[in-house]
C-alpha cells in the first residue's frame, strides 16, 4: 500500500509544479473534450488539428514582440486562429474549393510562417517551448487564463447544448427551422479557437489537439448520446492526464508527448475492448457489417 502511495500520490503532494500541472490539464480535459466531440459528430477531427497550427503565428508573433509573455502570445494565437478559421470559411463560400482544402491550405502556411518568425527570434529552446508546450511550468497566470477558458466554454455548451447538437447532426434541418445555424457554427469555431489556445499553454502547438480529439474518439467505442459522449470522454482525458503525469515522473518522459501516449493508449484500448469498437464488428453479421 505505501509502494502504491508513493508511485501515485507523492508526485503530487512533494512538488507544487506536478500539482499545477494536474489541474491544468484536468480544467483543459473539461473544456476540450465536449468540443472534441463536437468536432468528432461534425467529421471535423482533422480540422482542429489544422486550427492548432493556425493559431502558431498569432503566438510567434506575440513572442517576437514580447518574449515568453502570456498574453501576447494568447492574444496573437487567439487573432491567428480566428483570421484562419473566417478565411478557410470566407474561401469555400466564394470559391469552388472546399473547406477542408481550403484550412489545409491556410495551416500549411500559417505552420510554416510561425516557424520561421519564431527561429528568427529566438532559439531552438524557444521553438521546442511553443511547439511542444511546457506543462510542468504553468504558472498562475496561466492557469487563470485556461480555468476562465473552461468557465466560458462550460457555460456556453450549456447553453447552446441543444442548438450545438442539432447544427452537428442534421444542420440542414437547422436552417431549415432556425435563422440560428450560423450563428451557432460561428459559435461553435470561437470555442474551438479558446480551447486550443488554453492547450497550447500546456501543451503546444502541435499536442494541444490530443487533449481534445483522443479521449473523444475514445469515448465512441463506448457511447452514444451526445450527454455520454462528452461524459465519457472527459473522464478520459482526466484518466490520460492523471496517468501521463506520473509515466513522465517516474520515467522521466517529457510530459506533454507522455499524456498524448497515455490518451492514445486509452484510445487503442477502447477500440479493442469497447462495445462499440472491434468487438461490435466481429461479432456483427456480414450484411449489418456491410450497412
Request: charged residues 10%; proline residues 4%; aromatic residues 8%.
Amino acid at each position: 500500500m505505501e509502494m502504491v502511495q508513493q508511485a501515485l500520490l507523492a508526485p503530487f503532494v512533494e512538488f507544487a509544479f506536478m500539482r499545477r500541472a494536474l489541474l491544468g490539464t484536468f480544467l483543459i480535459c473539461v473544456s476540450a473534450c465536449p468540443v472534441g466531440v463536437f468536432l468528432m459528430l461534425r467529421r471535423m477531427s482533422l480540422a482542429g488539428d489544422a486550427m492548432a497550427h493556425a493559431i502558431l503565428p498569432g503566438a510567434a508573433a506575440g513572442f517576437a514582440l514580447f518574449g515568453l509573455e502570456l498574453v501576447p502570445m494568447t492574444l496573437g494565437g487567439l487573432i491567428a486562429g480566428g483570421v484562419v478559421a473566417l478565411g478557410a470559411g470566407a474561401v469555400s463560400r466564394f470559391t469552388i474549393l472546399r473547406e477542408d482544402a481550403a484550412m489545409a491550405a491556410f495551416y500549411l502556411i500559417s505552420l510554416a510562417a510561425g516557424v520561421v518568425m519564431v527561429s528568427a527570434r529566438g532559439s531552438g529552446l524557444d521553438l521546442l517551448h511553443i511547439l511542444f508546450g511546457t506543462v510542468l511550468a504553468l504558472d498562475d497566470q496561466a492557469l487563470a487564463l485556461i480555468g476562465l477558458i473552461a468557465a466560458v466554454t462550460s457555460t456556453t455548451v450549456l447553453l447552446l447544448w441543444r442548438g450545438l447538437v442539432a447544427e452537428c447532426l442534421d444542420p440542414l434541418y437547422l436552417r431549415s427551422v432556425s435563422k440560428l445555424g450560423p450563428a451557432l457554427h460561428f459559435a461553435f469555431l470561437v470555442l474551438l479557437v479558446l480551447n486550443l489556445i488554453a492547450g497550447f499553454q500546456a501543451l503546444g502547438t502541435l499536442l494541444c489537439v490530443g487533449l481534445m480529439i483522443l479521449p473523444a474518439a475514445a469515448a465512441r467505442f463506448w457511447a452514444d448520446r451526445a450527454a455520454s459522449l462528452c461524459l465519457t470522454a472527459i473522464a478520459f482525458g482526466l484518466a490520460a492526464s492523471l496517468a501521463g503525469l506520473l509515466l513522465s515522473y517516474h520515467a522521466a518522459l517529457p510530459s506533454g508527448p507522455a499524456i498524448i501516449l497515455s490518451a492514445g493508449s486509452l484510445y487503442l484500448g477502447s477500440l479493442l475492448l469497447g462495445p462499440r469498437g472491434l468487438r461490435l464488428s466481429l461479432h456483427a453479421s456480414p450484411r449489418r457489417r456491410a450497412i
